[in-house]
């Protein structure tokens, strides 16, 4: 015991003041009040050895004032670390997250690894509470040891692994492609979507994940970086994700063929923004301009246009091969008038009163006639949004598959329009 207490070093930085008197000191920690020793506990001007007594003191309290005091020798801390009572785990937890992380490089020769062993401890504690101590404190901090790091960021709480995923330093790229894959709670992937200067393997493993949330997260992040043909394969599954565009558009850097494609699809506020872009490659900006004129063609619909895309839709109705996906995919290229065509032959309506529905920007009206039609609610609300411009306010959205409206009100609309 002698060369132990020789030994007893504490991480605080110990306060001014005289030491208290060795026997005086050592009688109040054997007084028989807890008050005494708990006004002792507190104390920095008290000897290691004395402090070390009281971190096996009786009374939860008195060891919860050791816990707490910076003066305390890491010694007594491990043990403390360990207690039955979780106050006085998490009083050592404020603490030696507090301190670890400003060890100097002797403090840290000397006493490295018992705090180490006592993060690890208190990052597997039971009580998760105290996991977010160590979670929160620790979570910027480059003195400490990966190992509790890496127990921190694996953890099931999204409030411990979450800090941690999304702002250490000392998680690898590996490391993080590791946790993705190992399918974590969703707050994981979004803190790691969120990461400063994220790199092109984890992006890609984030991509992977196919999560629309998550890789929202993602290209929110300017920072990240995304191959292009990572980025690229995010752009062909765009054209049905509003909330991909913005980011999309705002990306520091696109491909041409991310240009073009985006300039498509996007609403026409988002290919203003794109065409106005100084910083792309003329490349990129040639792409753009192209899709834009081709998207100007598609929608012009002159009267050969017109006419091409009514038989090319009575050509498919007459092979029984003309389905919702062919009217998605006029949708997605911005052929207006095939989709106008396709729902008054899908649905025995009128391609005029069609027309009309989509160029008044009726909501109800392009819903009830794509029901009529036979199609999803779901391409119902997003051909309100791409051909009709119905603004989001406003498009009847799906509800639980079916549609934002009754049958009755359906049927009325259809008969409104003419259909």
Request: glycine share 6%; with cysteine.
């Amino acid at each position: 015991m002698s060369s132990l207490l020789s030994g007893l070093m504490s991480l605080g930085r110990r306060q001014g003041g005289a030491m208290m008197e060795y026997d005086t000191a050592k009688s109040r920690a054997a007084d028989p009040s807890a008050g005494t020793r708990r006004k002792l506990a507190k104390r920095a001007n008290v000897q290691p050895e004395i402090l070390y007594f009281l971190a096996e003191d009786s009374d939860p309290d008195v060891r919860a004032e050791i816990a707490a005091n910076p003066s305390t020798p890491v010694q007594a801390d491990e043990i403390l670390a360990k207690d039955s009572v979780e106050a006085v785990r998490e009083r050592v937890a404020h603490k030696i997250a507090a301190l670890a992380p400003e060890l100097s490089a002797d403090e840290r020769d000397r006493a490295g690894g018992i705090v180490t062993g006592i993060l690890e401890n208190l990052a597997r504690d039971e009580t998760v509470k105290i996991r977010r101590v160590l979670a929160q404190s620790l979570k910027a901090a480059k003195g400490v040891p990966v190992s509790v790091i890496e127990q921190l960021a694996r953890d099931t709480d999204e409030a411990v692994c979450a800090p941690v995923l999304g702002n250490s330093p000392l998680l690898s790229d590996e490391f993080l492609v590791e946790i993705i894959e190992s399918g974590p709670v969703r707050a994981a992937l979004h803190a790691i979507s969120g990461r400063r200067a994220l790199g092109a393997d984890v992006t890609e493993a984030i991509v992977a994940t196919d999560d629309a949330d998550v890789i929202t997260t993602l290209l929110s992040n300017k920072s990240a970086q995304i191959r292009e043909e990572t980025l690229d394969q995010i752009v062909d599954s765009a054209a049905d994700r509003d909330e991909w565009h913005a980011p999309l558009v705002a990306r520091p850097s696109l491909s041409a063929r991310a240009g073009s494609a985006l300039s498509r699809f996007v609403t026409e506020a988002l290919l203003e923004t794109l065409a106005a872009r100084k910083d792309l490659d003329p490349s990129v900006t040639d792409a753009i301009g192209e899709g834009v004129r081709q998207r100007l063609g598609d929608a012009g619909g002159d009267d050969e246009d017109e006419e091409s895309a009514a038989e090319k839709v009575r050509r498919l109705h007459a092979e029984n091969r003309l389905t919702e996906s062919d009217v998605k995919a006029a949708m997605l290229r911005g052929d207006r008038q095939f989709v106008i065509e396709a729902i008054a032959v899908l649905g025995e309506t009128d391609v005029p009163a069609v027309r009309k529905a989509f160029s008044l920007a009726s909501a109800k009206g392009v819903a009830a006639l794509s029901w009529k039609a036979g199609l999803s609610a779901e391409l119902a609300h997003q051909l309100q949004l791409r051909l009709a411009k119905v603004s989001p306010s406003e498009a009847i959205k799906p509800r639980g598959g079916n549609y934002g409206m009754s049958e009755k009100d359906l049927a009325w609309q259809v008969e409104f329009f003419g259909g």
